[in-house]
């Protein structure tokens, strides 16, 4: 089995920052792109940002400039450094990572349980 934990959420002033973390454990044979979602009250999943194997990071607009994706392959952990949070950044944030499993071929995309990130004043 695979398993991904999230740490790093919680209540954040507008202008703060936070930083999430999210470790894969289990039976991995490689991680291909890993990632982070959000989701807000009453709306859709949304991506926020991902990440290759190799590094190159993809963003949404929303976040460009005030986030920074990373990932620590030897850990099989990736990062989300949020900066200038905005009120409007409050959501339930899920990493994920495309995983390859020990004796397997193909790879299936596996999910955190999420964490609550809440910007207020």
């Known amino acids: 089995q695979v398993q991904l934990v999230e740490s790093g959420g919680g209540l954040v002033q507008p202008g703060g920052s936070l930083r999430l973390s999210c470790a894969a454990s289990?039976?991995?044979?490689?991680?291909?792109?890993m990632g982070w979602y959000r989701q807000a009250p009453g709306k859709q999943r949304e991506l926020v940002a991902d990440i290759t194997r190799g590094g190159t990071a993809n963003y949404a607009d929303s976040v460009k400039g005030r986030f920074t994706i990373s990932r620590d392959n030897a850990k099989n952990t990736v990062y989300l450094q949020m900066n200038s949070l905005k009120p409007g950044d409050t959501a339930v944030y899920y990493c994920?990572?495309?995983?390859?499993?020990?004796?397997?071929?193909?790879?299936?995309?596996?999910w955190g349980q999420g964490t609550q990130v809440t910007v207020s004043s």
């Open positions: 289990g039976s991995i044979f490689s991680i291909n792109a």
């Open positions: 994920y990572a495309r995983i390859v499993r020990r004796g397997y071929i193909v790879e299936q995309a596996y």
